[in-house]
C-alpha cells in the first residue's frame, strides 16, 4: 500500500494561524496525508493564542521570537531551523502563507531541500517593493519559488499571470480568513477582555482601530492619532477601541497622544476571538492591517484604510474598503463623513464579501488531492459574491 502523502504546515505568526488554522483542519480531517505543523513563533504570545483557539499542537516549535528582533535575524534563524525540520521530515509538499518573514524563509529553505511549495494567499501585489514592507517582496519571492498557488480572488490570479507564473498551478480559492470567521464570530459571545466585557455596544457608535505597519511607524502614526483625538472630541457618542501594538515605537505615541481621553480604550493585544466579535460589534473600522481589509466586508463593516495603496483592491473596487492615507486631516475628514452622511455609511456598509465563502480551505484540499492524484478532477474556482 502507497504511504500517504505527508504535508506540512509552516506558519509563525498570529495572522498566518488564524488563516492556516481552517486549512490544517481540513487536512487533517481528509485522511488523505499525513499532516504536520512547524511554527517558528516569529510572533509567540498572540501565535499561542490562536493555537489554543483552534486546538492546534505544532510537530515543531522553533521558537526563534526574541525582544527587538530584526528582519535579518528572523530570517536568519528560521531557514537555519527549517532546515533541519524539512531535513528531518522530508515531506512531499510545504504549505506557507501570505507574506511574512517565516514564509520567505520556509520557501527559500523548502527549495534548497528540492521540496515543493504550496502557497496560501497567492498573488497580493502592490508592484511598490517598500510598501508594505518587506511583505511585498516576500510575496514575490514565494511566489517565484512556489509549484502551487492558492489565489484567493481573480485579481490575484491575473497579477501572477502577468508574472509568467503558470495557469495550471493557479487554483482560485477564496480566502481561507473567512473560513475561520465561521469559528470565531458568536451572537452571544462573552468577551475575554474586561474592558470589552463591560462595553454597551448599542448606545455608542464604536470606531474599532489597529494601526502598527512599520511604513506607518513615525510621524504616519502620530497623524492617525491626532486624527482620532479630533474625531472623538467632535462626536460625543463615539467610542474607539485600539488594541496598541506591543511595539514600543507603536506604544508611546499612543499613550502620548490618545492616552488621556475617556472614550479611546488603548487596550493590550487581544485574542482572535475578541477581535473578529469586536469588528462584528463596531460601526467602522479603521486600519492600517491587511487581514482586516478582509475580514470587516464580510461583516458588513465599511472599512478605512490609513494606507498609501492596499495589495487587496476587490473590497476597494466593491466600495467596502476606502485606502485613505495617514494625512492627519484626510483621515479626520474621511472618518466625520462615514459618522455623519448614513447614505455613505450605507453605500459602504453593504454585505458583500469579495474575499470568500467559508469554502476556501475546502478548495485548497481538493487542489491538493488534483496534484497528488487522488482525483483527475481539477477544483472549481471561487467566485466573488454579488451584491444582496
Request: proline fraction near 6%; charge should be negative; hydrophobic fraction near 40%.
Amino acid at each position: 500500500m502507497k504511504q500517504k502523502p505527508m504535508i506540512l504546515t509552516i506558519f509563525g505568526t498570529r495572522p498566518e494561524a488564524v488563516k492556516m488554522a481552517p486549512l490544517v483542519k481540513v487536512i487533517d480531517a481528509s485522511g488523505d496525508f499525513v499532516p504536520k505543523v512547524c511554527i517558528t513563533a516569529q510572533h509567540r504570545q498572540m501565535l499561542d493564542q490562536v493555537l489554543e483557539i483552534f486546538q492546534i499542537t505544532p510537530d515543531y516549535d522553533l521558537d526563534i521570537m526574541k525582544t527587538r528582533q530584526t528582519l535579518s535575524g528572523i530570517t536568519k534563524k528560521a531557514l537555519e531551523g527549517l532546515e533541519g525540520v524539512i531535513e528531518k521530515l522530508r515531506p512531499d509538499m510545504i504549505l506557507v502563507h501570505g507574506d511574512t518573514t517565516t514564509t520567505f524563509a520556509a520557501s527559500l529553505a523548502a527549495f534548497y531541500s528540492k521540496v515543493p511549495v504550496g502557497h496560501v494567499e497567492a498573488g497580493l501585489r502592490t508592484y511598490d517593493k517598500y510598501s508594505p514592507f518587506p511583505e511585498e517582496m516576500n510575496r514575490k519571492l514565494t511566489s517565484s519559488i512556489a509549484e502551487l498557488h492558492f489565489a484567493p480572488t481573480q485579481a490575484n490570479y491575473q497579477n501572477l499571470i502577468r508574472e509568467g507564473i503558470s495557469p495550471e498551478s493557479i487554483h482560485i480559492t477564496g480566502n481561507t480568513v473567512i473560513d475561520a470567521l465561521r469559528t470565531t464570530i458568536s451572537e452571544n459571545y462573552e468577551f475575554e477582555d474586561a474592558l470589552l466585557r463591560r462595553m454597551d455596544f448599542s448606545q455608542k457608535r464604536l470606531i474599532a482601530v489597529t494601526a502598527h505597519r512599520r511604513e506607518n511607524l513615525g510621524k504616519p502614526l502620530e497623524n492617525i492619532f491626532h486624527a482620532l483625538r479630533r474625531i472623538v472630541d467632535r462626536y460625543p457618542d463615539v467610542e474607539i477601541v485600539y488594541p496598541v501594538h506591543l511595539n514600543p515605537a507603536v506604544q508611546e505615541p499612543a499613550r502620548a497622544i490618545l492616552g488621556d481621553i475617556e472614550r479611546v480604550h488603548l487596550i493590550d493585544p487581544i485574542q482572535v476571538q475578541d477581535m473578529h466579535n469586536l469588528m462584528s460589534r463596531a460601526y467602522l473600522v479603521l486600519t492600517d492591517s491587511g487581514g482586516l481589509q478582509e475580514e470587516a466586508p464580510s461583516l458588513g463593516k465599511p472599512v478605512l484604510v490609513a494606507r498609501n495603496e492596499t495589495e487587496r483592491p476587490e473590497a476597494v473596487q466593491a466600495g467596502t474598503v476606502k485606502v485613505i492615507g495617514t494625512e492627519s486631516e484626510r483621515v479626520f475628514a474621511e472618518t466625520s463623513l462615514l459618522l455623519d452622511d448614513s447614505r455613505e455609511y450605507e453605500k459602504m456598509a453593504k454585505s458583500i464579501n469579495p474575499y470568500g465563502d467559508g469554502h476556501a480551505s475546502e478548495r485548497i484540499l481538493e487542489a491538493l488531492r488534483f496534484w497528488f492524484g487522488f482525483t483527475s478532477k481539477r477544483p472549481e474556482s471561487f467566485q466573488m459574491q454579488k451584491d444582496k
